[in-house]
Nanobody, 125 residues
Framework: VQVMESGGGSVQTGGSLRLSCVVS????????MSWFRQAPGKEREGVAS???????HYAEFVKGRFTISRDNAKNTLYLQMHSLKPEDTAMYYC????????????????????WGQGTQVTVSS
């Protein structure tokens, strides 16, 4: 299974970015897909997750600004980010799992067994 993110970049406060994540696999059926992020000196944290039926879980700090979506036919995950703030600056990681997970655990790192290398998002003031 290969997980590859793209779409990161540098924007000013209030700007927008769209991240994409493509999962390449011939043997795995992906259940939950998610975005995590890690800022320098901080722990990795869950941003948003989406189950195969489309059930979504957002971290409080992105509600109303970020939108997660997925295209099951293309095994692709998206994160549309608006109203970006300097505190959103981080490496953003895509994570997926082929195991059954509940909504309540969908933003836990331990719920995921396949990870991408990350894409950098930098928001300047």
């Amino acid at each position: 299974v290969q997980v590859m993110e793209s779409g990161g970049g540098s924007v000013q406060t209030g700007g927008s970015l769209r991240l994409s994540c493509v999962v390449s696999s011939y043997t795995v059926t992906v259940s939950y897909m998610s975005w995590f992020r890690q800022a320098p000196g901080k722990e990795r944290e869950g941003v948003a997750s989406i189950g195969r039926p489309g059930n979504i879980h957002y971290a409080e700090f992105v509600k109303g600004r970020f939108t997660i979506s997925r295209d099951n036919a293309k095994n692709t995950l998206y994160l549309q980010m608006h109203s970006l703030k300097p505190e959103d600056t981080a490496m953003y990681y895509c994570a997926v799992t082929d195991r059954e997970r509940g909504w309540y655990e969908s933003l836990w790192q331990t719920s995921y067994n396949y990870w991408g290398q990350g894409t950098q998002v930098t928001v300047s003031s």
